[in-house]
C-alpha cells in the first residue's frame, strides 16, 4: 500500500516490483483522491480561478483501505487528508497533506509511511509547490516540485518542463474539483483534464455516472459517482474499473472507492470523526 501510491504509482510507477508489492496503499490515497480530481477540466477551463466553497482550514478527512481477494477482506492501512491556512511566498496558501500508512500487523510484509503535501494559493486554487517524502518496503524518496505560473513552468530536482495554464499536481487537484458544479454534466459525459506527476503532464478523463444514495457499515450518503480513467500498465488495470463516489453536496467529500487491481480488489471508506 502507498499513499503515493497513493498518488504516484497510480498512474505512472517507474519500478514495477516495487509498486506490485505496494499494491494496498497504493491504492489508498489515489484511489481517495481521484475521487476529487473527477473534473479539474469542467466547463472546459474557460476561467482557471474558481472560488473555493468547500474546503477550510482545519479540515481532516480519514479513510480506511480494505484489500479483497478470495473472498478474503482486510483492513490494511489508512490514507489521511488535512488542510492548514499558511503563507508562502507571501502568498496565503492552504496547505494540504496527504499521509497513508500500513497496519502494524502488514509492516513485516511491506510497511509503508507516506506524506504527500501541496501548497495551493487561496484565491487561484493553483498548486505553487508539491512535495513528496516516501517510505515504503525500505524504499525511500524525498522530492518537491516548484510551479511558476507566470511562465508555465514546473520545475523539480531532475528538470524543467512546461506546463499548461491549469495544470494540477494529485493533491491540488483534489481541492480544485471539489469547487466544480457537477449539475452542468449529462450521464456519461467524459470531463477531461490534465495533471502533472513524475515530470510529465498526463492527459486524462473522468466520466460521469450519475447520482444515487450510497449505503456503507460507515454511514448512509447521497452521491455523485464518477468513473476515471486509469493508465494501463500500472497496479491498476487500464480503462474505467474504477468506481467513485462523492457527496452530492456543496463539500463533494469522497466517501467510498472501488477498484480491481492486479490482484484482488481495493475498497475504500470514509470514517465518520472520531473512529
Not at 37 to 65: D, M, P, R
Not at 110 to 123: A, G, N, Q
Request: proline letters at 3%.
Amino acid at each position: 500500500m502507498n499513499v503515493g501510491a497513493i498518488f504516484l504509482s497510480i498512474f505512472k510507477p517507474t519500478n514495477y516490483t516495487f509498486w506490485y508489492k505496494s499494491k494496498f496503499i497504493c491504492c489508498v490515497l489515489l484511489v481517495c483522491f481521484l475521487f476529487m480530481i473527477q473534473t479539474l477540466y469542467a466547463q472546459n477551463f474557460q476561467t482557471c480561478n474558481l472560488k473555493n466553497t468547500t474546503t477550510y482550514s482545519g479540515e481532516k478527512l480519514t479513510y480506511k483501505v480494505y484489500y479483497t481477494f478470495a473472498g478474503i477482506y482486510v483492513p490494511a492501512g489508512e490514507a489521511t487528508f488535512s488542510n492548514t491556512l499558511e503563507t508562502y511566498n507571501q502568498k496565503k496558501v492552504f496547505h494540504v497533506k496527504g499521509e497513508g500508512h500500513t497496519y502494524k500487523s502488514y509492516d513485516w510484509f511491506y510497511k509503508v509511511r507516506d506524506l504527500y503535501e501541496s501548497y495551493i494559493d487561496t484565491i487561484t486554487l493553483l498548486p505553487l509547490k508539491f512535495v513528496r517524502t516516501v517510505s515504503e518496503g525500505g524504499h525511500k524518496i524525498n522530492d518537491h516540485v516548484v510551479f511558476n505560473h507566470q511562465t508555465n513552468q514546473a520545475v523539480s530536482a531532475k528538470k524543467t518542463i512546461k506546463t499548461t495554464d491549469c495544470i494540477q499536481d494529485v493533491l491540488s487537484a483534489i481541492y480544485y474539483a471539489r469547487n466544480i458544479d457537477f449539475s452542468k454534466y449529462k450521464i456519461n459525459e467524459l470531463i477531461p483534464f490534465e495533471m502533472y506527476l513524475d515530470d510529465e503532464i498526463y492527459p486524462l478523463y473522468i466520466r460521469y455516472l450519475g447520482k444515487s444514495t450510497l449505503k456503507t457499515k460507515y454511514g448512509s450518503y447521497k452521491t455523485i459517482m464518477f468513473k476515471p480513467k486509469l493508465i494501463e500498465g500500472t497496479l491498476f488495470k487500464g480503462g474505467e474499473e474504477m468506481t467513485v463516489f462523492v457527496t452530492d453536496d456543496k463539500y463533494k467529500i469522497p466517501v467510498y472507492i472501488e477498484t480491481p487491481i492486479v490482484v484482488g480488489k481495493v475498497k475504500v471508506y470514509l470514517l465518520p470523526k472520531g473512529e
